[in-house]
C-alpha cells in the first residue's frame, strides 16, 4: 500500500480553513476615540467659560437645543417637526436673551416653549415636558452659575472638575477593580468600585482647585463630594431613561461617547444642582459667589 503524499496532506490542512467562517474579531476599544474627542471638547468648553458672556452663553444654548432634539429621539417623538421646532427655537430665544443679561425674560420665554412643545406633542405628552425642562435648565443653570463676574469662573470650572474627575476615576476603577454592580437594572457596566473611585477622584480635583485659590478647602471638599454623587445619580436617572425607551445610546454625535445626553448626563444634574444652591445663597446676581463664599 502506498504512502499518502504528504505534501498533498499538507495543502490540503492549509486550504480547509478558507472554507470556515473566519473567527468573530474583538471590537477595538473605543477609549483612544474617547481622549480624542476629550482633547477637543475640554479646551473647547474652557475656553468659552473663561470668554464668558455671548460666548459661553452661544455654546450653552447650542448644546440646549441639541440634548432638547436627543431627547425627542429617545423617546420616538423627533419625527413630530412641530415639538422639535417649538421647543428648539424657545430655547434659542431664552439663549439670546441670556446673552444680553434679561434672564427674567428668558424664563418667559422658556415657559411659553413648554407649554407649546408639550401641547403640540402627538404623544408622550409628559415625557416631552420633561426633555424641554432638562433642556432648559441645563441652559439657565449653565448662564447663571457663569454670570457672577467675581467667581463665576471659577464655579463653572469647580463643576467641570468633579463631573470630568468623577467620570475619569469611575472609568478607571471600574475597569481595573471591578466588582458588585452598582444598578445593574439600570446601567449593568457600573460599579461601587467605579463609583467611590469617581468620588474620590472629585476630591481630589476640589482640593487642587482650592489650592489654585477658588476657594476654602473645607467648602471645596463638601461640595465636590455632594456634586460627585449628584453628578453619578444623574448619569443613572439618563441611563433610566433610555433603558425604558430601550436606547442604547442617545446618538452618535460624539466620537467614543455617544450623544450629547451620554456626555452631559452627569454634568447637567451637577450644574442644575449648583445653581440652585448659589442663587439661595447668593441670589441671581451672585450664583458663583453663593456656591463657593460660605
Not at 405628552?125 to 457663569?146: D, H, K, M, N, Q
Request: with cysteine; aromatic share 8%.
Amino acid at each position: 500500500m502506498s504512502k499518502p503524499d504528504t505534501a498533498a496532506v499538507g495543502d490540503a490542512v492549509k486550504a480547509a480553513p478558507e472554507h470556515e467562517a473566519a473567527p468573530p474579531r474583538k471590537a477595538p476599544s473605543n477609549l483612544l476615540m474617547r481622549i480624542a474627542a476629550a482633547l477637543v471638547l475640554v479646551p473647547l468648553a474652557l475656553g468659552a467659560a473663561y470668554a464668558g458672556g455671548v460666548f459661553w452663553t452661544a455654546l450653552v444654548t447650542l448644546v440646549a437645543v441639541g440634548l432638547y432634539l436627543e431627547w425627542l429621539m429617545v423617546i420616538g417623538e423627533v419625527r413630530t417637526v412641530s415639538v422639535g421646532t417649538s421647543g428648539a427655537l424657545a430655547i434659542a430665544i431664552a439663549g439670546l436673551c441670556c446673552a444680553f443679561g434679561l434672564i427674567d425674560v428668558a424664563v418667559v420665554v422658556l415657559a411659553v416653549g413648554l407649554i407649546a412643545a408639550t401641547l403640540l406633542a402627538a404623544g408622550r405628552r409628559v415625557w416631552v415636558a420633561a426633555g424641554f425642562v432638562y433642556a432648559a435648565a441645563a441652559e439657565l443653570a449653565s448662564v447663571l452659575v457663569r454670570f457672577d463676574q467675581q467667581q463665576g469662573w471659577y464655579a463653572l470650572v469647580l463643576v467641570f472638575l468633579v463631573v470630568w474627575s468623577s467620570d475619569i476615576g469611575g472609568y478607571v476603577a471600574g475597569r481595573s477593580i471591578g466588582g458588585v454592580r452598582l444598578a445593574p437594572r439600570v446601567s449593568p457596566n457600573k460599579t461601587w468600585a467605579g463609583a467611590i473611585g469617581g468620588f474620590v477622584a472629585s476630591l481630589v480635583a476640589a482640593s487642587a482647585w482650592s489650592l489654585a485659590g477658588a476657594g476654602g478647602l473645607g467648602a471645596m471638599l463638601v461640595l465636590a463630594a455632594v456634586l460627585s454623587v449628584v453628578s453619578q445619580l444623574g448619569d443613572l436617572a439618563e441611563s433610566a431613561v433610555k433603558r425604558h425607551f430601550g436606547v442604547k445610546d442617545s446618538s452618535h454625535i460624539i466620537p467614543g461617547h455617544g450623544g450629547l445626553l451620554d456626555r452631559l448626563d452627569g454634568y447637567v444634574a451637577a450644574i442644575v444642582f449648583a445653581a440652585l444652591v448659589g442663587l439661595l445663597r447668593g441670589g441671581l446676581d451672585g450664583v458663583g459667589r453663593g456656591l463657593l463664599v460660605w
